[in-house]
């Protein structure tokens, strides 16, 4: 692979330099003098390469300009993937204290310790009490190495009343004033055109983490826009609108998350976007979007792509929000299960279902023969939550 070639030549230069310069006597062949030159020299080719295919773009507001490829950690288990990422010029971190238990922001605390400078760094707190997000941030800040993170988010907003909620703006502010967030906002997975809406309204938000696809709605787009023009720096999430899982092999040879992340790329009110980022091939993929148009046949990809994945896919629209008699947390199950099934993702799939009360899960739902509840997009709902519960309890 191309990316790992390079990154085992680095590797072979470095430990060539250093066995050869602490010995005190330099390279002892011309030929082997001209090979390490020639690898000098493409490692720099491909360093400008990099940089001349990269995108940056203004994030609202804070005036700083984020590469259009951020770095989603969220699954990412291999800090190399990461370092390779800001070598290449990527430099918009997205991470929660809640990821992988605690340990992502621990092993990006230790890549980006010696860089801390050179990057936007966002962490997101699940907390809603002002203390609860002052003690999580503080533990943030320990687990990454650094005094500051450029963005502190509240995580998973989902209504105007959380937006405008006094503890978590006070919290935040609190934060900021003391220096230990440049930025704040929030992430929000449903009901975000009201919850963008709110956080125009509230002029006091800088950024927020939507989810955000080829297969978001016109609303979402609409507010979406209206963020941006108001200075509010719009970070796209879950651009591949599911994932490897729910696709299988019934797309055939077609790739169609290059697509997706390029219909999201192509929109000039997205500041940047962080797609999940876990190997050197999805690195190179996703950063090669940047900079392309959408094309005829990347338009028919994703007509595919929607049909194959049409039944499973929750568009987490919250239409049926609020519609289940025994309280159901619908939509955050289903992306709990889109962890577990489309991300393969199982272990987080779980630890996230765990996050909610037992009388919110689909426990209900197994003894439950008719269910009231009917989705926006015909998804069958009964049997995606029993499913859920097998899955995930
Ligand atoms: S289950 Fe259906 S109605 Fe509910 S959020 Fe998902 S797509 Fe929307
Ligand atoms: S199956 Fe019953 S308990 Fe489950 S979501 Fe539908 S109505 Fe609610």
Redesign the pocket.
């Known amino acids: 692979m191309k990316v790992k070639k390079e990154i085992d030549r680095r590797e072979f230069m470095k430990s060539g330099l250093v066995s050869a310069l602490s010995g005190g006597v330099f390279l002892d062949s011309f030929n082997r003098t001209r090979t390490i030159n020639n690898l000098f020299e493409k490692d720099s080719r491909k360093k400008e390469e990099d940089e001349n295919k990269i995108e940056y773009r203004k994030l609202g507001s804070t005036g700083y300009n984020a590469s259009l490829l951020g770095f989603g950690a969220m699954i990412t288990t291999d800090p190399a993937v990461l370092e390779r990422a800001l070598d290449m010029g990527v430099n918009y971190v997205d991470t929660a204290r809640g990821y992988q238990r605690g340990n992502n922001e621990i092993w990006i605390g230790k890549v980006i310790k010696n860089r801390r400078k050179d990057l936007f760094l966002t962490t997101k707190e699940g907390a809603r009490s002002k203390q609860s997000i002052l003690d999580g941030a503080e533990e943030s800040l320990k687990a990454l190495d650094t005094d500051y993170v450029d963005a502190l988010l509240a995580h998973g907003l989902s209504s105007r009343r959380d937006v405008l909620n006094e503890d978590i703006m006070s919290a935040l502010e609190k934060l900021k004033k003391e220096g230990k967030a440049r930025f704040v906002g929030m992430s929000t997975h449903s009901n975000s055109a009201e919850v963008i809406d709110a956080m125009i309204e509230s002029k006091f938000y800088d950024l927020v983490t939507v989810k955000y696809n080829f297969r978001s709605d016109d609303g979402l787009k609409k507010a979406i826009e209206r963020a941006n023009k108001a200075g509010i720096a719009v970070v796209a999430m879950k651009p591949m609108a599911g994932g490897q899982g729910y696709v299988g092999s019934k797309m055939g040879n077609l790739n169609p998350f290059q697509s997706a992340l390029k219909w999201v790329m192509n929109d000039k009110n997205i500041a940047a976007t962080i797609p999940s980022i876990t190997s050197f091939q999805h690195l190179n993929e996703n950063f090669n979007t940047m900079g392309t148009d959408m094309s005829w046949s990347d338009r028919k990809i994703l007509d595919k792509f929607a049909k194959v994945t049409d039944k499973l896919y929750c568009r987490m629209c919250d239409v049926c929000s609020g519609r289940?008699?025994?309280n159901?947390k619908?939509s955050d199950i289903m992306r709990f299960l889109m962890y577990a099934e489309g991300y393969g993702e199982l272990q987080l799939g779980k630890d996230s279902y765990k996050s909610i009360s037992f009388h919110e899960t689909?426990s209900?739902?197994i003894d439950?023969d008719d269910?009231?509840?009917r989705c926006a997009n015909k998804l069958n709902?009964?049997e995606r939550?029993v499913r859920a519960e097998s899955l995930l309890a």
């Open positions: 289940c008699p025994e159901v619908i689909a209900k739902c439950c269910c009231v509840v709902i009964r939550m």
